[in-house]
């Protein structure tokens, strides 16, 4: 009975940790580099860890020889019934998992012609502009006219509850098309 109760007490644990909230706060620029800052919160904010893009180094000794994987590989895929379908199904999904609270978007564009920027700009303008604004998503549009330019900034506050990501994904994997392209997927990989 006593395992039982600790079996129990560790599945509970379990979901109140994925209950917790993660926040993301990123910050992305483009000028002439392209600059990303991005942090992972947890504990409502007193667990804080920053992520930093690494450069690759270069490997010393040779990698083992790998079996090269092209286009050949991802045909099988292609073959599974409703699979395009439940992927776009599951990328909604994951989406509505993140609900947003700041959203930033600023940009600068121009073309060599002025007459350009501004064909440009009323196609960009109608498009960015959201369809309930809110003070949640800003999007600025600034036009220039004089020079070329393009550059863009985003900075934003997204949270997801990791509890609702697990059971979109596991509904994913467990569906007729997802237990598919997992076999499909161990079987190639045991060739």
């Not at 050949?72 to 019934?81: D, E, H, N, Q, T």
């Not at 350009?116 to 196609?123: E, I, N, Q, Y």
């Not at 330019?149 to 609702?164: K, Y």
Request: with cysteine.
């Amino acid at each position: 009975m006593l395992a039982l109760y600790i079996i129990a007490g560790v599945i509970l644990f379990i979901v109140l940790m994925l209950s917790i909230p993660v926040d993301m706060k990123f910050d992305l620029a483009t000028n002439e580099h392209a600059k990303a800052k991005i942090r992972i919160g947890w504990l409502f904010g007193l667990v804080w860890k920053d992520i930093r893009t690494r450069k690759k180094k270069k490997p010393k000794e040779k990698p083992k020889k790998r079996r090269k994987r092209g286009i050949k590989s991802f045909l099988p895929l292609l073959r599974i019934k409703g699979l395009l379908g439940k992927i776009l199904k599951l990328i909604r999904q994951i989406l509505g998992c993140l609900k947003i609270k700041q959203l930033d978007v600023a940009s600068r564009v121009g073309l060599d012609n002025p007459f350009d920027t501004g064909m440009l700009c009323s196609v960009l303008w109608p498009a960015l502009i959201p369809p309930n604004p809110s003070g949640k998503v800003i999007f600025r549009l600034e036009p220039v006219f004089s020079e070329f330019a393009f550059e863009a900034s985003l900075q934003g506050w997204v949270r997801l509850f990791p509890i609702q990501l697990v059971w979109t994904l596991v509904s994913f994997v467990l569906s007729p098309t997802g237990l598919r392209l997992l076999k499909l997927m161990v079987v190639s990989r045991w060739k």
